[in-house]
């Protein structure tokens, strides 16, 4: 995988290189212990941005690995769709299925809690999902994502449905 998400401003990123190599990101340095572990910290500040490192072993050899990371934007995957009429926050469904569409970054697990119920459903390679709920219920409908960084579910959108 050359993409690395993250909800994180830093992120940490360990590895191994040939025992005695040299490695380089942006031209400087990294130190590489004896075993060839090393660990780079990495502030992130952009929504997306490259990491580009080279190894050189000893030999005059050269490895070159190049990685983009994302930092998720919570607005960006925050836009919901629905075939439900929304008011202040609450979800008015005359017709079922109640369909919830969406937009996330790609192949991104989105966890929907309606009432009691629990639906998973992952974005496509572009970014899109979608859900039809058969079941009316007058609940709570709460749609999160998890965080790349430690699976922990973030809500980006809370609901109430009701009948109209």
């Given at each position: 995988n050359t993409v690395i998400y993250t909800m994180k401003n830093k992120i940490r990123l360990e590895g191994e290189t040939e025992s005695g190599a040299t490695l380089y990101h942006e031209g400087k340095s990294i130190a590489v212990n004896k075993a060839g572990k090393f660990v780079l910290l990495l502030p992130i500040n952009q929504e997306k941005q490259k990491l580009s490192l080279e190894a050189k072993d000893q030999a005059g050899n050269r490895e070159r690995l190049a990685l983009d990371i994302v930092k998720y934007d919570l607005k960006k995957i925050g836009t919901i769709r629905t075939n439900a009429k929304l008011r202040e926050n609450a979800l008015f469904v005359s017709n079922m299925p109640l369909q919830i569409y969406g937009k996330a970054y790609p192949y991104q697990k989105i966890m929907i809690r309606y009432g009691k119920t629990d639906?998973?459903?992952?974005?496509?390679?572009?970014?899109?999902?979608?859900?039809?709920?058969?079941?009316?219920?007058?609940?709570s409908l709460t749609i999160s994502i998890f965080s790349p960084d430690d699976g922990s579910p973030v809500t980006i959108k809370s609901f109430s449905v009701k009948k109209p």
């Open positions: 639906y998973a459903v992952n974005s496509d390679a572009e970014g899109n999902w979608a859900i039809a709920i058969q079941e009316f219920e007058q609940a």
